[in-house]
Each structure stands twice: as structure tokens, then as C-alpha cells.
């Protein structure tokens, strides 16, 4: 069966070398539909190559193991190297093989059994690299799907085998857990002309305003924001709007190559000061975090943002329900530091947490914050709360910082 489409092959069923007309024809009588044997509209004309499974030489030619898109493993058939047109596939084929040699096997440089196939651990790995690949381009597209904000999220692992997390969903706002009101009506709307100028929400709540004219923020940690609402009279380009609009960047999930997990990357350059994203999830009573914290793996317990802007009544669990922040590692000198907001809800019990930048960050670095919160001059309690004071390991931190304090809790 060649790559190249309807032109190769025409309308003919290779693996069973029936023509396709033939085969519907068959599922109508047996009553079998199209998608349960693999056949799409997609396919029915044009296979596409899914992946490349495997390579051998038979008589000096080339051959790899077809995977095709939309049918199943056992149709996957021998195609002459000069049939393929999919380029990428085959540098993908090649690029697995080689940091299959260089990382698994350190470099024992034995590709090919008398040049003639794959070692079968060699081709296992480029199946489940490729496999990995279309469960993370899958993630990437839900959580693009799932997202209300203007920064897409990119997904990517050149590290290990690793594929999307299994329990994790992705929100964009505070849950509510039951119990819990998160009141979404401002009882207070300034009614300015100009909010940059004129006494308006933040001097309602007797603090100043947090950003000035280029949308970076002024205040000190510790001091709360106040942006406009609902209420207010200003439209959305009033300059005290910023949490509220979301993450502008392009962000990136990526495997940390030194053992820390999945960390986020930011793919464009962020100004100093400027809003980068919210910590979002579950909000549960202290009650409850006590509970999860008794239940939870030191990492489990990492998830665990105590909001004690005023009081200690609840907690943001982004275990399971998150944003990007889910993926946030700690930093011991971190480019992100936490603020509350106040937009709609006005409960001082309930802030919001969102992130700015504490410097310039360029494209391609790491984000990080502070689980500790004492980093960067921070002069508010927020922490992670690390549970009641049962024995943990302590996680070592490999935040690589100068001034590392060694671990994480
Ligand atoms: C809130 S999660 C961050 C996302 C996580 N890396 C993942 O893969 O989902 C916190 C966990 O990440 C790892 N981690 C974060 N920062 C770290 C650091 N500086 N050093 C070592 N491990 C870190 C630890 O396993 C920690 O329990
Ligand atoms: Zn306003
Ligand atoms: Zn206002
Ligand atoms: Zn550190």
C-alpha cells in the first residue's frame, strides 16, 4: 500500500484487497458501520500514514511498518521507502531512533541487525514515542478547546515517555465546591469618566490603583487589587482591567529534563511587572484542606494555596482541577510573584491569586513562583499549605537558584 493517496492506491482495501466500494457494500449487508472497521470519509480515498512502525532492508530496499490513520494495528503493512511521503514521519522515525541510541542506550551504537532490521526494543520505543506524540497534540487541542483566554498553550515532552496526566482537568475559574458561594455581582461600581485619573474602585477599598499606563503593576506584594467590575460604568480598555482579561501569552507545558516533572515555558518575551496568569481550582474549606492534606503525596500537597489575604476559612486545591498555574514549579529566585484580586467578588475571605512577572522573561524560559512565598520581598502569608505538621519527606529542591534554600517544604 503506497502513501501517496487515491493516485497509488485507488479505491482499493489493500490489506484485504478488496476494492472500498465492495467493503461498504459488505458493511451495509452485515450491518457493520464504517468506523467500527476503520473507515472514514477521510480515509476512504486518501489513507494517511498515522506513524512509521518499524524498518527493514529486503534485497537492498528499504522498507518501514505502516501505521495508517484510522485503522488498526493489525492492517499495518511493509512499504517501500520511495512510496512514503511523509517527510516529517520519517524524520520523526529517525530523530526516535537516535535519542533511543544516544539516551537508552548510552551511546552502544548498534542500529541495525547485520543492517538489515531494527532491534525490536528500538522499534518498541518509536511506536510509544509516537504514540505519546498524538496523546499530547490531543491534550494540547482540549486544553486549547477549553480555554477562554487569548494565549494559546502549547504542549511538549523531548524528555522521557511520559503523556498527558490522567486525572487532571482543565478550568478556568475558581470551583466552588458545594457549600461555598462565590458571589459574581459586585455591590460596588465606580462610575469615572477616566478610572486612571479619577477616585475609582481601588479608592473605594482605600487602596491605590494597581497598574499604570503600560498595564504593569506599581503596588507592592502584599497590597491587594482592586480592579473595575460589572458595576463600573468604564468599558473594557479602562487600564484597571487586566486579571480580568486573561493570559495574553503563549505559554508552553514542557518535561523538565532534571526530574521535576512538567513545568511551564513562556514562548514570548513578558515585560516586567505584567500579568502572566491566575492560580485557579477547587475551593474548598480549611476543614476539607486539612482532610486532602492528610490524604495527599508530598506532591499532592503542593497543589494546596491557603487564601489567607484576611482569614484562613478556604483554600485553592488545583490538584485535580487547574489551569497552566497546575504546572507551575517552585523556584527559590522565581520570575512570578503572587498578588489577590478583587474584581467581582468582593469577599475579602476569597481573593484571587494571579501571577505577574517580578523581571523581564524572556521567550523559552521557565516560569516559577515561590511556594514558600518569602522570595521576593513578599510581605503577604499566601503559602502553600503543606498540611498538618505529620512527618514528610522533605522534597530537595532543584530549583538550581544561587540562593536555593535546599528544599521545597
Ligand atoms: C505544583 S506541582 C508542579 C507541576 C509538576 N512538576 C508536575 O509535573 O505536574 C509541584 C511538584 O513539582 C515538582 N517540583 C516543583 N518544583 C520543584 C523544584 N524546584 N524542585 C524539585 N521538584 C519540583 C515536585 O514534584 C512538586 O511536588
Ligand atoms: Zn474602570
Ligand atoms: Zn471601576
Ligand atoms: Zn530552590
Redesign the pocket.
Known sequence: MAAAGAEARGAWCVPCLVSLDTLQEVCRKEKLTCKSIGITKRNLNNYEVEYLCDYKVVKDMEYYLVKWKGWPDSTNTWEPLQNLKCPLLLQQFSNDKHNYLSRVKKGKAITLNNNKALEPAIAEYIVKKAKQRIALQRWQDELNRRKNHKGMIFVENTVDLEGPPSDFFYINEYKPTPGISLVNEATFGCSCTDCFFEKCCPAEAGVLLAYNKNQQIKIPPGTPIYECNSRCQCGPDCPNRIVQKGTQYSLCIFRTSNGRGWGVKTLVKIKRMSFVMEYVGEVITSEEAERRGQLYDNKGITYLFDLDYESDEFTVDAARYGNVSHFVN????PNLQVFNVFIDNLDTRLPRIALFSTRTINAGEELTFDYQMKGSGDISSDSIDYGPAKKRVRTV?????VT???Y?N
Open positions: 517552585h523556584s527559590c529566585d529542591c532543584k530549583c538550581g537558584a536555593c534554600r535546599g521545597l
